[in-house]
Every structure is written in structure tokens, then in C-alpha cells.
């Protein structure tokens, strides 16, 4: 039986460039923001970046003048507010290239090569944008409560395409699908015993959560 030798190697780069930036204002008014810039070599060069952003902001209600009655008992009062966007470049090496193979191939007794994969130049990116709003809240400096609101969509989905038997090819990698994701996080935590000597907390946590495929290939 003759030997059978092989060998595969792959490189994969990823760059990234990115920003950020803060502010407060009197300990009431917060504000960030951020921006980055990636890029993966798992994308043709057309389609091999893509800008991401971020910009979130808190306001400290509680800490307001006009909320002077409450404060004996309202300890924190917080509304806040961000939308994002990040990207996924989460598929195989070279997959967007048209290959070649010679594994098991064989005409007539000899070896020979096929055209493994299609190429897909136009390639790129999936993208997920989020929305959350929330309050935090703080009574009685005992009693801690959180609700939060979050929209999540996913675009330009890294899938698999069913291809025609026609083409030689069963499937090939695309941007073709799309989902939403929606939600509510609520957050109890309560200071049941607080003593020098002994500390007893409860805490508990509950989510509803919707998810949708709104988009798919064809």
C-alpha cells in the first residue's frame, strides 16, 4: 500500500482600530460614545471592512433638585439609554475563495483536481444592532431594582446557501438572513439582614425574551 502524505496550512489576520470617549457632568449627566474600525481576512478585499459605533447616555434622576421630597427614602433613580452596533466575521478560512482539491480525485487512474468551492466575492460582514433602555433604582438604601429593555436585530446573516446539483456544488456561504431579538431583564435585590455581625441578601432575576427569523435565503 503506498503512503499517503498531506499537509494544510491556514493564516488568518484580523485588524482592528478603535475609539472611545466619556463626560460627566456634575455627577448627573453621563454620556460615551464609541467607534471602531475591523477587518478580517476571511472577506474578499471589497468587502473586507466595516465601521461599528456605539453612543450611550445615563441620567442620575434621582439627584435632581425637583426630586428634593423623595430623597429620605429614594436613594437612586437612574435612567439610561444606549444603541450599538458590532460586527461577526464567525465562518471558515477562505471561504469566500474559489478552491481547488486533489484529495481522492482520480481520472483514469491518475490524480487529478477539482473545483471544490465557488467563489463569493460579494461576502461580508453580519451585523448586529441593540437598542437598551433601563432604570435603576435604589429605596430605602435596602431595596435595589433594575429593569432593562433591550431590541437586538441581526443582519446580513453568515449562512449557508442550498445550491442546483446543477452547479457541482451542494452549498456555498452568503449574507442571507436576518433576526430580532427582543427582551425585558428585571432585577430584585433586597437587604434582608445588615449588622455588623451578620448579613443576609436575596436576590432574583427574570427575563422574557422573543426571538423572530425574519429574513431567509429566498
Known amino acids: 500500500e503506498e503512503p499517503v ?5 491556514t493564516e488568518t489576520v484580523f485588524n482592528s482600530f ?3 470617549a466619556s463626560y460627566n457632568f456634575n455627577d448627573k449627566y453621563f454620556g460615551s460614545a464609541s467607534i471602531r474600525r475591523d477587518g478580517s481576512s476571511r472577506f474578499s478585499k471589497n468587502h473586507r471592512w466595516s ?14 433638585n425637583f426630586m428634593e421630597n423623595f430623597k429620605s427614602w429614594l436613594n437612586q433613580f437612574d435612567l439610561k439609554v444606549s444603541y450599538g452596533t458590532t460586527g461577526n466575521s464567525s465562518i471558515g478560512d477562505y471561504a469566500y475563495l474559489g478552491l481547488v482539491s486533489g484529495q481522492g480525485v ?17 461576502l461580508t460582514w453580519e451585523t448586529v444592532a441593540q437598542t437598551n433602555i433601563g ?21 446580513d446573516m453568515l449562512l449557508s446557501i442550498p445550491y442546483s446539483f446543477t452547479t457541482g456544488y451542494s452549498f ?14 428585571f432585577n430584585f435585590d ?9 448579613y443576609w441578601n436575596f436576590k432574583a432575576n427574570f427575563n422574557y425574551n ?9
Open 106 to 122: 482520480q481520472y483514469d487512474g491518475n490524480g487529478g483536481l477539482v473545483l471544490s468551492q465557488p467563489s463569493v466575492n460579494d
Open 172 to 185: 456555498g456561504q452568503g449574507n442571507i438572513g436576518a433576526m430580532v431579538n427582543q427582551g425585558v431583564d
Open 51 to 64: 465601521t461599528f459605533w456605539s453612543i450611550g447616555g445615563r441620567w442620575s434622576i434621582g439627584k435632581e
Open 5 to 9: 502524505v498531506g499537509q494544510s496550512v
Open 135 to 155: 432604570i435603576e433604582t435604589r429605596l430605602f438604601d435596602r431595596v435595589s431594582v433594575g429593569v432593562d429593555y433591550y431590541y437586538k436585530k441581526t443582519s
Open 190 to 198: 433586597v437587604d434582608i439582614i445588615r449588622k455588623n455581625d451578620m
Open 210 to 218: 422573543k426571538n423572530e427569523i425574519t429574513e431567509l435565503f429566498n
Open 18 to 20: 478603535f475609539g472611545e
